[in-house]
């Protein structure tokens, strides 16, 4: 009777009707037309967090990415900089629009990361913020009367950008990694990669790799979080890149008659988007045209899913500032506790 139930289900989750088996035009398809259109009008939101030591390229890299003047630098007038007691924290948004499709990205700087002589729990202030935005995002989840789109700052990834030794992590990489790859998705990066030649480079990718499997560190994509056998195949090539070393530049230079983004040097330009010279064009695929939305999915399921339950299982949630008391929450929601009334 098992075997006949196993072999019923089977066959049952098989018979699905395909497009040549209908009798006429349905038009399921147009569904992704109505998706995009949407999409299209009320754009998205993209949050990313760059942290490392001054003097890495952070600001000129995510302005590399973007080919436009999103960093904090850039954007402020009569910026000037300072050197940060304690890691302050900046945020800088835009909107930006290709091809009709608008999206509002946020730039989060860490300035002060890393610079100090005593560098001792200088990324509280990070976590602290990132449990920050899903806590905001939580209570205006949990409000009766909610909005219809609640706005979304939560930190979608976070570049970690390492300095190019070539030797292995810092105890701070390390220190800091452990903590927040459990509460957002780190992509780690090598920073000027350009000063090491190609085998030290290679060497290098390899001891981090080890010291990120070797202390449990969590870096995006997860094998655990892989749908199918195609992402994972996707996902298993850029594990393999990781960390990526990239270099960033906002200058043009002619080569053989073309315009390309580089760095010049006595002996030749450097090719920010050739994949020969750096892996710049690997980190901004990965963030932009292959897993942006799987890092949003990630975040919304994975990270602030894990928060959310841990907030709510929590004795000392303060519900009446939400404007709930416990009893909805274990029983419902306003409508049908107010109908029971």
């Known amino acids: 009777r098992h075997e006949y139930s196993e072999l019923h289900n089977r066959e049952r989750r098989e018979l699905f009707i395909r497009g040549t088996d209908l009798f006429g035009y349905v038009g399921i398809e147009a569904v992704l037309d109505q998706m995009r259109r949407k999409t299209m009008k009320s754009g998205f939101e993209f949050n990313i ?99 219809r789109r609640i706005p979304d700052s939560r ?6 950008f390492l300095p190019a030794t070539g030797h292995r992590l810092r105890p701070i990489d390390v220190e800091f990694m452990k903590r927040l790859g459990k509460i ?45 056998q195609e992402e994972h195949a996707l996902n298993e090539k850029i594990r393999e890149s990781i960390p990526f070393a990239v270099v960033g530049t906002d200058k043009e230079h002619q080569v053989n008659g073309n315009k390309v983004l580089g760095r010049k040097t006595k002996w030749g330009i450097i090719e920010v988007e050739n994949v020969a010279h750096c892996e710049f064009s690997h980190l901004r695929d ?23 339950v841990r907030r709510l299982n929590e004795s000392n949630v303060d519900f009446s500032v939400l404007g709930l008391t416990p009893w909805l929450l274990e029983n419902g929601t306003a409508d049908q506790s107010e109908s029971q009334l």
């Open 49 to 147: 967090m760059v942290v490392g030591q001054s003097g890495l390229g952070k600001s000129t890299l995510v302005n590399t990415l973007f080919k436009s003047k999103v960093s904090r630098k850039s954007c402020t007038p009569n910026y000037e900089e300072k050197i940060c007691k304690t890691v302050k924290l900046h945020s800088v948004s835009h909107m930006i629009e290709e091809k009709g499709v608008k999206m509002k990205l946020t730039v989060i700087d860490t300035p002060g990361f890393g610079d100090q002589i005593n560098n001792e729990n200088c990324w509280e202030p990070i976590v602290k913020y990132i449990n920050e935005q899903y806590e905001k995002y939580l209570r205006e989840e949990l409000h009766v009367n909610r909005k």
């Open 184 to 228: 957002v998705s780190i992509v780690p990066v090598i920073a000027k990669a350009d000063t090491l030649t190609i085998e030290e480079r290679q060497e290098f990718k390899e001891r981090i790799r080890q010291d990120l499997a070797s202390n449990g560190i969590c870096i995006y994509p997860q094998k655990e979080y892989d749908e199918d």
């Open 155 to 160: 930190v979608h990834c976070c570049i970690y």
């Open 286 to 308: 990965l963030l932009v045209r292959s897993h942006l939305q799987d890092l949003k999915e990630v975040t919304h399921n994975i990270h602030y899913e894990t928060y959310r």
